[in-house]
């Protein structure tokens, strides 16, 4: 195979920074740019919000999904994402989580003992995937707000306002330079992920608000029974009763298990009686 003549030098050479790899290559980081691809940034921002809730940190989430049907909301009463000023970066924290590859909370385990998603990728990627970022943040006894587009900070973090309780809401639009104009959240599979997981949490309150339908629909998932009430669940919806939990509380980690099995007889069939004419 004969070699291809080609200039090849320091001037080809590109160093991609802050978040702009992501946008130029987002499939390496949810996956693609298809429907799984665009509701990914919607399971990143929802599984930060479950973490503050399996860490003790927050009890209620509520997604909204806004009438054009590609703009959503993840609200959550969890601690509220850190606002103070990183002196190494000389940006508030925040700022620094949102526009910064493999920046967060989680990396140490001090603050996250359990956590899922892409440890520090999730809300940057987010962002860069995003035409519009909208973040409010209540904590301290304050209401924060800040906006981005593709990445990039449009506002400076400022004070809006006082502030009861503590918590994080995020709006963002998936951007249609990246997924195409076409592309829109599948409510009935945002349905079913929130319904998967207040049955994974015991005890998380789940509120799923519909704005596309005519009027908004509200939907609330609890399931105080966990994972033992979803095997319930399946083992009635197949006819089936013997089930099991067991719940062990270790020190410093909450463990669930539930078990679900049915009984089918593979033995050898009893003989049949037969009569033979004399």
């Known amino acids: ?5 080609s200039k090849y030098d320091e001037q080809d050479i590109d160093v991609l920074e802050g978040l702009e790899p992501v946008r ?14 665009y509701h990914h940034l919607l399971w990143e921002i929802l599984d930060n919000s479950v973490d503050e809730v ?32 990183m002196e190494k970066y000389k940006k508030p924290a925040v700022e620094v989580i949102l526009t910064t590859l493999h920046s967060g909370g989680k990396f140490k385990g001090q603050n996250y003992e359990h956590s ?3 440890h520090g990728v999730g809300s940057s990627v987010v962002n860069a995937l ?9 904590r301290e006894q304050k209401r924060f707000e800040q906006s981005y587009s593709r990445g990039l900070p ?9 502030a009861r309780g503590t918590g994080t809401i995020i709006t963002f639009t998936p951007d249609e330079k990246i997924f195409g104009v076409k592309l829109r959240f599948d409510s009935e599979l945002i349905r079913e992920r929130l319904e998967a997981k207040s049955y994974l949490h015991k005890g998380m309150e ?12 509200e939907t609330t998932f609890k399931h105080d ?11 009635a919806e197949r006819a089936t009763r013997a089930w099991c939990r067991r719940r062990a509380r270790p020190s410093t980690s909450r463990t669930r298990t539930a078990f679900g099995w049915r009984w089918r007889w593979r033995g050898p069939r009893p003989p049949t009686s037969t009569s033979r004419a004399t």
């Open 1 to 5: 195979m004969a070699k291809r003549a």
């Open 116 to 118: 899922g998603g892409l």
């Open 225 to 235: 029974g966990g994972i033992a009430e979803f095997i319930t669940k399946v083992i």
């Open 24 to 37: 130029q290559r987002p499939a390496m980081y949810i996956g693609g740019t298809d429907g799984t691809g």
């Open 206 to 217: 789940v509120v799923y608000v519909d704005e596309t339908q005519s009027p908004k629909t």
């Open 130 to 138: 995003s035409s519009s970022f909208e973040i409010e943040i209540k």
């Open 54 to 85: 399996i860490n003790g940190f927050a009890e209620k989430i509520i997604v909204t999904l806004h009438k054009d049907g590609k703009t959503i909301t993840v609200d959550d009463d969890g601690r509220g994402i850190p606002t103070g000023i």
């Open 154 to 162: 449009k506002t400076k973090l400022k004070t809006v306002g006082p």
